[in-house]
């Protein structure tokens, strides 16, 4: 007898590599950065954001080619007709030994993405991703192999020059640091453009 399993209504992660970014990773290693302590005043061991949250616009081919991946991913996996898509706000980070990030979304905005810089070693904090709604069901069990059917977070390790593209609803954050090589990474968010949708749905 056939036997099916359908991951009904998944949250897609996109992951791929994208080089030749030295001239932006030139540039963030000069940047300030300034912690979510220094911001809000009520965290601790945080990493670093940079004040800039328009970084992409200096360097427009790059952006173009963030974009292009994104455009990769809703043409060949989501297959959506919609074809006008932007990047709004992009800053980057920067993590020191000892530091992480706090869980949080991108709220406002509909995909969002980070990218990695230089060489990552084994302590290279990994990107954290936490479940919608935190736990698949209301009973815990212990798993012989966790996996995206039972797991309620996953992490994925950073690698040089890898881009991961995410839903901005998804909660995610920093894993600790252990590293004496600072973590570098450039966020960005991305909206479509109007007009968007169908019938009464229409967003003009």
Sequence with gaps: MDKS?????????????VGNTDDIFNYIRNQKFYSQQQISGNVSSSSGQSD?????????????????EFYTFKDEVLKYKTTNFEITTSWSTKTEMGEQGTPHNHSNNYYSGVYYFGECDPGTADL?????????????????????????SWNITPEKDMLILFP??????????????????????????RPYGTRDNMVR
């Excluded at 949250?53 to 200096?58: C, T």
């Design 128 to 152: 954290e991703f936490t479940g919608l709604f935190h736990t698949p069901t209301d009973f815990c069990f212990e798993a012989e192999e966790y996996n995206i059917y039972n797991s309620s």
């Design 52 to 68: 800039d949250l328009n970084l992409l616009d200096k360097f427009p081919h790059q952006k173009k080619k963030f974009l292009q």
């Design 168 to 193: 901005a609803y998804l909660v995610h954050r920093i894993g600790l640091h252990q590293s004496n090589n600072p973590r570098y990474s450039l966020a960005f968010n991305i909206m479509p453009i």
């Design 5 to 17: 399993v359908f991951p009904l209504f998944s949250t897609l992660i996109y992951v791929s590599h």
